[in-house]
C-alpha cells in the first residue's frame, strides 16, 4: 500500500473520508488541512481503492466499502 501510494491534497482526500470518521481519532477543530506534519495519500489496500493520512508516523487507513469495489 505504502510503495503504490500516491500524495494528494486535502480537498481529494475530504471528498473521500467521511469527516466524522476523522473526527473518531482527532477531534476538536479540523484543522488536518494546516497540520504540515500531515500528508494525505491514496493507494490500494488488498484490492481496494484506499486513502490514508500519515501523521506522527502512524497510517490511518479507510478503504472503499465491498459495494464500491465491484
Avoid: N
Amino acid at each position: 500500500m505504502v510503495d503504490r501510494a500516491r500524495e494528494v491534497t486535502w480537498r481529494t482526500f475530504a471528498r473521500h473520508v467521511p469527516r466524522h470518521e476523522l473526527r473518531a481519532f482527532f477531534p476538536g477543530p479540523p484543522a488536518l488541512e494546516r497540520d504540515y506534519h500531515v500528508r494525505f495519500y491514496s493507494s490500494r489496500f488488498k484490492g481496494r481503492r484506499c486513502y490514508f493520512l500519515v501523521h506522527s508516523a502512524i497510517e490511518y487507513v479507510w478503504t472503499e466499502s465491498q459495494s464500491q469495489a465491484a
